[in-house]
């Protein structure tokens, strides 16, 4: 018998998770079979603040996949609305957020964690972070929510209504006072070599014409495996007690090693490219490398070895080599085959 009470909307465990932006609209769309497609198409590209920039040790490398914002995505249908206009419309925010879900969307808003019992800065520091909700509990009062807990994991787990409230009316910053609805579009996406060709050749020759400037905060990123220079020169900078510590690169760094093999998996099995098992199994090992960097880097956090950050410059020395070699194979691959397409269609289209 149907609960009429409780509604909760399936999400599934999203293959990036160091970053919940990147996290959450993953987390609905993956559950679909086309977007698959569209999701190998894109997360190539990354970027990193240029070890040149003057604010560098303020911020770290601040390492990102390079993708769709939430509110632009292909595949999500997306409605947003300012606190302030729901308040002047006397509209309660648990009563929105249910009426979304029993439309089947998803609500992802920012919040201040210091009021969130399941956070880790609950009660001791007020901290505004984004929040994806996917379902309610009327008879328990509660909403269903994914994002990272006080055991510092991503994972889902329920607040109480009135948790929520003081949480939701105590986020102040200007920029972050949309509440946004989500679902899926259900437009089909056919799978792009060209594209993946295109990003990768990005990714593997970033120059400066890569380099992106944002110019109202002055912070200069470099992308591809430019990227590498910026986290090489974090390390060394922290060795030095120059910079701050920060998790979050190493977990997306290994994340983005992770999709690409998947990736390279995925054209391989659907026959868009022969990829030989040697690179799959090159890829795998900086897969494997990449983990240990992360769980390295975790162990410093702890005991702060200055040691066990030289041995992570030494991984990275490894396997930079390594990657460059295996993806310059992938993409020739991929241009050999883009190329013979084109040659064949040429050849029937004359032939009509």
């Known amino acids: 018998m149907e609960n009429l009470n409780r509604r909760v909307l399936e999400i599934v465990r999203p293959p990036i998770v160091g970053m ?4 959450y609209p ?20 990354i970027r990193a603040l240029s070890k040149d920039c003057v604010n560098f040790n303020k911020h770290g490398p601040s390492f990102h996949f390079i993708d769709h914002p939430l509110d632009t995505h292909p595949l999500l249908n997306t409605r947003k609305i300012r606190k302030e206009d729901l308040a002047q419309l006397n509209v309660n ?41 996917n379902g309610y509990d009327l008879a328990e009062e509660k909403l269903f929510v994914s994002g990272y807990t006080s055991e510092k994991k991503f994972m889902e787990y329920s607040i109480r209504f009135q948790q929520f409230i003081e949480a939701y009316e105590h986020n102040h910053q200007y920029y972050k006072n949309e509440v ?15 594209r993946v060709c295109d990003l990768l050749r990005e990714y593997i020759y970033s120059d ?21 220079d910026s986290v090489l020169f974090y390390l060394n900078e922290l060795i030095e007690g120059k910079t701050g510590f920060d998790i979050r690169p190493f977990h997306l760094f290994w994340e983005h090693k992770k999709c690409m093999f998947n990736r ?24 494997k490398v990449s983990l240990l960097i992360r769980n390295k880097m975790l162990k410093y ?27 310059i194979h992938v993409l020739s691959t991929l241009e050999g085959t883009i190329s013979d397409i084109g040659a064949a269609h040429e050849y029937y289209k004359a032939k009509r």
């Open 20 to 23: 919940q932006f990147h996290a």
């Open 26 to 45: 993953l987390s609905v769309l993956l559950k679909y079979d086309h977007a698959i497609p569209w999701f190998y198409n894109n997360y190539i590209q």
């Open 93 to 133: 925010i648990i009563e929105y957020i249910i009426e979304c879900i029993e439309n089947e969307f998803y609500v992802y808003t920012h919040i201040d964690e210091y009021f969130i019992a399941s956070s880790s800065r609950y009660e001791n520091q007020h901290y505004i972070h984004d929040i994806l909700i």
């Open 180 to 194: 946004i609805s989500l679902k899926y579009n259900s437009k089909s996406y056919k799978f792009d070599l060209n």
């Open 208 to 228: 400066d014409e890569s380099e992106e400037i944002d110019i109202s905060n002055s912070l200069y990123f470099v992308r591809g495996m430019k990227v590498y």
């Open 264 to 287: 390279f998996s995925y054209m391989r099995s659907n026959k868009f490219i022969i990829i030989p098992e040697e690179v799959l199994e090159s890829y795998s090992y900086i897969i």
């Open 301 to 327: 956090d702890i005991t702060n070895d200055k040691n066990i950050i030289l041995k992570v410059i030494e991984h990275f020395n490894e396997i930079i080599p390594i990657e460059n070699k295996c993806l």
